[in-house]
């Protein structure tokens, strides 16, 4: 094998000595990729960063060495290193928005990052300039003059950061998490992409991600790290085949379940039929109507009583404007029966009284969760607006069972604030709020994306396990297949607001009809 990089007993420690990078060793092979998996907080990125000495400033190399070109760069000076930047070793990050700036045009970003390295004029700058668009497939902003990073797609803001990133044709590209912002299909995009380039370039790829989909597809080696250390190494073949670490099996058993069928029952918990939604766009001084936005278009399915449907569909889809819709939370056309009501026909003092029957789960539990109220207060909220006249002993033995079935412990948790928890923790809290007023139906709105791959499995078993205990019916919503396929017994594709595909899962899983659904389930494991 020959080493472009070998990283050698590498330690790094944050304020007060706590080391969070714990004498790792990593080699990095000319011309393959090298991925770098696990969780937050693992170390991964701290490790990959320090090869150009990107560290947080309370963040200090306590001990190692990174040898390239017979060099250990952390020896090198600060004017070395900026010459190693953006040339030899280049970097893409996760969020392209931040990493762009907003002030200036893509062209000029790029043109500056080759006249930084190389000793040539601004036309010759700019025709690279236009070179590079084209390889990284921004044809349609080539002709533009002026383009923001701000008018873009993230998908187009992700190709932009690449064609910055190998303007100088640089021998290793460092891609931290380059496609976790971003939907299955235009990630399947960038993915190919960078191997097309990375052929072409014949450069090596240190790539980090916690997605074990992205790294078998990507990886050439893989390094597993947890609580920063390497806890095994080895060909991409031999991880995902022959796992020795438990650590190890257990990531790749997370993302390679299916759910065991369950018995179901045929009571019907909530019908859709021939449901629109539209949002009017409105132009001129009095703001008429002109058009509309038809973010879900003639949507029908049926949930039962037990029963898990999953919705699956990248941003923009229609995923949230239906459950909105579902919620009676936006106006929508169609038939929404819940208790063999129509929605769309009740008033709100109705609804008001049914919105117990149907509970939700937001995305990022942090953001959902109010900083000024305590668990008890959160939690029982739903209580006080529904069952005004409940008693505080009532209410305490409610919290309590629901926490437990959370698997929370009433008396640790009871006082603290969202702030004092883990994300798992919080999420949990927020599964507990939607449930202690017994709901029919419960919405999961992304309730796992936000999570780590551990922690989500434990969410999607805890949401499984009382689905059963309850007899609930879950509506859950997602952009990843591998998660919907864990937990759904029917699976309903979403796309530019029409199904493009439904049925049970394994019909979906095994037998895809459509194009864009065989592309979704390549992209799991």
């Not at 936005?293 to 049926?302: E, G, L, P, T």
């Not at 948790?413 to 883990?422: A, D, L, Q, T, V």
Request: charged share 25%; proline share 3%; glycine share 4%.
């Amino acid at each position: 094998m020959n080493k472009l990089i070998t990283i050698k007993d590498l330690c790094i420690a944050f304020d007060k000595n706590k080391e969070v990078v714990k004498n790792v060793n990593i080699e990095i092979v000319k011309g393959k990729t090298t991925a770098i998996v696990g969780e937050s907080g693992s170390g991964k990125t701290l490790s990959a960063l320090s090869i150009l000495k990107l560290l947080p400033s309370s963040a200090k190399i306590k001990k190692g060495e990174i040898i390239y070109n017979n060099k250990n760069i952390l020896n090198l000076s600060n004017g070395e290193i900026q010459k190693l930047r953006g040339n030899k070793i280049s970097t893409i990050f996760q969020e392209p928005m931040s990493s762009l700036n907003p002030l200036h045009t893509i062209n000029k970003q790029i043109s500056e990052i080759i006249l930084t390295h190389k000793k040539i004029n601004k036309k010759d700058a700019y025709r690279k300039t236009l070179s590079l668009l084209h390889e990284v497939g921004l044809e349609d902003i080539v002709n533009r003059p002026k383009v923001y990073p701000y008018e873009l797609s993230g998908g187009q803001r992700q190709r932009a950061m690449i064609a910055m990133s190998i303007a100088n044709s640089p021998e290793l590209l460092i891609a931290d998490e380059p496609t976790t912002a971003l939907d299955v299909t235009v990630q399947l995009q960038i993915l190919d992409l960078l191997k097309q380039l990375q052929d072409k370039l014949e450069m090596s790829m240190l790539f980090i991600s916690h997605d074990l989909s992205v790294v078998k597809k990507m990886a050439d080696y893989v390094y597993v790290m947890k609580e920063g250390i390497v806890i095994e190494n080895d060909t991409k073949d031999k991880i995902f085949n022959e796992p020795k670490n438990d650590y190890t099996k257990k990531l790749i058993l997370s993302h390679s379940k299916i759910k065991i069928k369950t018995k179901l029952n045929k009571k019907e918990v909530l019908s859709i039929k021939n449901l629109n939604v539209w949002y009017p766009i409105k132009k001129g001084l009095f703001k008429k109507t002109v058009d509309y936005v038809k973010a879900v278009k003639d949507f029908s399915f049926i949930l039962n009583e037990g029963e898990c449907v999953g919705i699956v569909g990248e941003s923009g889809s229609g995923k949230t404007s239906l459950i909105l819709a579902i919620l009676k939370l936006v106006k929508s056309q169609g038939i929404i029966r819940i208790n063999n009501r129509n929605l769309n026909l009740l008033n709100n003092n109705k609804i008001l009284k049914l919105r117990k029957d149907i509970q939700i789960v937001f995305q990022d539990p942090f953001s959902s969760l109010s900083p000024r109220m305590n668990v008890e207060q959160i939690i029982s909220e739903g209580l006080n607006i529904h069952f005004p006249n409940i008693s505080e002993n009532e209410k305490t033995k409610k919290l309590r069972n629901i926490l437990f079935k959370v698997g929370l412990d009433y008396d640790d948790c009871i006082n603290k604030y969202p702030h004092e928890f883990s994300g798992g923790q919080r999420q949990r809290i927020a599964i507990a709020r939607a449930l202690i007023l017994e709901p029919k139906i419960l919405v999961l709105d992304e309730p796992t994306s936000a999570l780590d791959v551990t922690i989500q499995n434990q969410i999607i078993e805890l949401l499984i396990k009382l689905q059963i205990e309850l007899n609930l019916s879950l509506i859950f919503i997602s952009h990843d297949i591998g998660v919907i396929r864990s937990i759904s017994d029917k699976i309903v594709v979403l796309r530019s607001g029409i199904i493009v595909e439904s049925g049970t899962s394994k019909e979906v899983l095994d037998k895809p009809i459509s194009e864009y659904t065989r592309n979704l389930v390549s992209s799991v494991i």
